[in-house]
């Protein structure tokens, strides 16, 4: 498929804006374990409130809710990998191996994203792509390593558990942009998310229990919602009718880096030297594969 350069402009800049909407999961979702959420009810709330915002759009602005007979499979299929599944395979990441090894291996998606995108998308697997994939996923392991204090593992079972499952959330977190760009064509990010969001949340509540939430926590779950979910996807999913699903990818790995400036601003935490070396190999992966 040929794109614009206007267009591509656009698409870019819609990535960028997710990816830094996106950034402040990290951020919120602390707000909200500090007022005593788990971190999986954290993830049901942030989808089921989500799941209201898209769905009041859709009821508003949109004179149907219907869906193709034929997409309700696909759907579901994104529900349970790209919501459910991708929550729960991501925190036993963290439970096993930390989470500094796990957004390593998180932030494996790109490479998923691209395999899968030749696969089913005809997308061209270029040198420029290649490089840019390989300083994005060195710039993310920096930045886990300038993060981490020591990682001690002694039960072979669990490291094995532990990459297995983050291995697995980087490929659902990939088929984000795989089955995204298969519905972008066709329904607006509100209709896919109105169908999505909901059943993926449901299949989250036999994981946790729930706790007693204070005005603090219920402003950080709302803005989780609102911002880093409801926003970021609709800026996503209008960037990705505009590029390439393997360049929104590799864009949207700004996403570490918003985070970690996040968390310098609210509570003075710093990247080491190895951090901020990570940082900018990230962008200029990102300026590697905006430019002409």
Not at 43 to 61: D, K, M, P, Q, S
Not at 75 to 94: I, R
Not at 170 to 187: D, E, R, V
Not at 200 to 227: D, Q, R
């Amino acid at each position: 498929m040929k794109y614009k350069t206007t267009e591509q402009h656009k698409g870019y800049l819609c990535i960028i804006i997710a990816a830094t909407m996106w950034g402040f999961i990290g951020p919120l979702g602390k707000m909200a374990y500090g007022q005593g959420i788990s971190p999986l009810e954290v993830a049901f709330w942030r989808a089921l409130l989500a799941w209201f915002c898209f769905g009041t759009e859709v009821l508003i602005r949109q004179k149907t809710v219907k869906v193709s007979r034929r997409d309700l499979l696909p759907l579901g299929l994104f529900s349970v990998l790209c919501v459910t599944l991708f929550y729960g395979s991501y925190q036993v990441a963290v439970e096993q191996v930390g989470a500094a090894l796990s957004s390593v291996l998180l932030y494996t998606a790109p490479a998923w994203v691209i395999l899968l995108s030749k696969l089913f998308l005809h997308e061209k697997v270029t040198t420029k792509k290649l490089l840019a994939l390989g300083l994005t996923i060195l710039g993310v392991i920096l930045i886990a390593v300038s993060q981490s204090n020591n990682l001690l593992v002694t039960d072979g079972g669990v490291m094995a558990l532990g990459i297995a499952t983050g291995l697995f959330s980087g490929f659902c977190y990939s088929l984000y942009y795989i089955l995204g760009k298969f519905f972008s064509a066709k329904y607006s990010a509100g209709l896919l998310f109105f169908y999505t969001l909901l059943p993926g949340a449901l299949l989250l509540l036999p994981w946790f229990s729930f706790a007693e939430k204070t005005g603090w926590a219920w402003l950080s779950l709302g803005l989780l919602a609102v911002i880093s979910t409801y926003g970021a996807y609709h800026f996503y999913y209008t960037g990705l009718t505009y590029i390439e699903a393997g360049r929104a990818s590799i864009v949207a790995t700004l996403e570490p880096v918003v985070a970690g400036l996040a968390a310098w601003y609210w509570w003075g935490e710093f990247f080491t030297p190895t951090g901020y070396a990570g940082a900018i190999l990230i962008i200029v992966a990102v300026i590697l594969v905006v430019r002409k």
